[in-house]
């Protein structure tokens, strides 16, 4: 899963509104709503990830999952 799928679970399991989260992170909801919806269409940008973890006062590595693929290359 990534980042923003990730996010958009939290988000979901917790109950929190995406109109409450665009309010106050001044987020598009034609941003949001694509990437933090039932189904992920878009993913966040770097920028719009930090806003929402912001908002939800919540580490933005608690989404991070590092490729283990990835990981092993770079330590080969």
């Not at 309010?23 to 993913?43: E, M, Q």
């Amino acid at each position: 899963m990534s980042a923003t799928e990730l996010l958009s679970q939290y988000i979901r399991d917790r109950g929190f509104s995406l109109k409450a989260i665009s309010n106050a992170t001044g987020l598009p909801p034609g941003v949001l709503y694509p990437s933090l919806g039932k189904t992920t269409r878009r993913v966040l940008r770097a920028d719009e990830f930090l806003a929402v973890c912001a908002f939800l006062q919540v580490e933005p590595m608690l989404f991070y999952q590092p490729d283990k693929e990835v990981l092993h290359s770079a330590v080969s």
